[in-house]
């Protein structure tokens, strides 16, 4: 089994202390946040990951400050209109995760042709969760197959999740320090490694994201099983 992660799924955290300790605007954090992930989205790609989800705007976020919600609304909008074109020659095809109905209608146009715009690529799958959690996504798995009228199994309710067009993720990362997932992929980090860097968004780099990959190469995923049944007989105390 190749050691690199089919899917990897990041907790993008730490961009408003990374411009609070720089004296700026949260918001500045947020910009360079989003070159982090550009650069991101590449050396995923160059690595031979198929898979990269990540966390942009979670459903409790709407508790924010007004202003910093805005400044992330017209961020998301920016950043597309200025990264699709590269991402759409880099072969990347954009998904966007989340509850689009609290959205306004200019975010969800941009999220619409973001879509649009990449929808032929086979590259790198890059997911957006935004306006995204966990539990609202369970609930409106479950609230369609209900609607539905379907039996509700672990294979349909996984099937009417947001993610389902891709594996669980193999490793989720969160930057920023903090050890929780925060409502993100509950269902489907699972079996998941998790990696927590002490690193702010902003700051994690090639090197960071190449020292995460290293750490979930020594892990052993074992799905329920004994280390024997893998065929890797523990060693002896
Ligand atoms: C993560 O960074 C990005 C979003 C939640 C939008 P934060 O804004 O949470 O940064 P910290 O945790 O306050 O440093
Ligand atoms: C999680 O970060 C959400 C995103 C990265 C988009 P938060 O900063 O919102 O999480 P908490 O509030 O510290 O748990
Ligand atoms: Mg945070």
């Not at 918001?27 to 590449?42: E, F, T």
Request: proline share 5%.
């Amino acid at each position: 089994m190749s050691t690199i992660p089919h899917h990897i799924a990041i907790v993008m955290d730490g961009n408003g202390r990374w411009a609070t300790q720089r004296y700026l605007p949260r918001v500045a954090g947020h910009k360079k946040g989003v070159s982090a992930l550009r650069a991101c989205v590449r050396q995923c790609g160059e690595r031979g990951v198929k898979v990269l989800t990540v966390f942009a705007f979670s459903s409790e976020n709407w508790n924010r400050p007004p202003e910093e919600i805005s400044g992330l609304m017209e961020l998301l909008v920016f950043a597309l209109a200025r990264e699709v074109p590269q991402l759409q020659a880099e072969g990347v095809r954009v998904h966007f995760i989340g509850d689009r109905a609290g959205l306004s209608d200019k975010v969800r146009a941009g999220l619409v042709q973001g879509e649009a715009a990449t929808a032929g690529n086979t590259g790198l799958v890059f997911n957006i969760c935004f306006n995204y959690g966990g539990r609202w996504d369970i609930t409106q798995a479950a609230a369609g197959l209900a609607a539905r009228g379907e039996p509700i199994t672990e294979s349909s309710l996984a099937s009417a999740l947001a993610l389902a067009h891709v594996p669980d993720p193999d490793l989720v990362i969160r930057t920023g320090g903090e050890r929780r997932l925060s409502n993100f992929l509950l269902w489907q980090a699972a079996y998941s490694e998790l990696y927590f860097s002490d690193k702010l968004w902003p700051e994690f780099d090639e090197a960071a994201l190449d020292q995460a990959l290293a750490d979930y190469a020594t892990r052993e995923r074992r799905f329920g099983q004994t280390p024997e049944q893998l065929g890797r007989p523990r060693k002896a105390a």
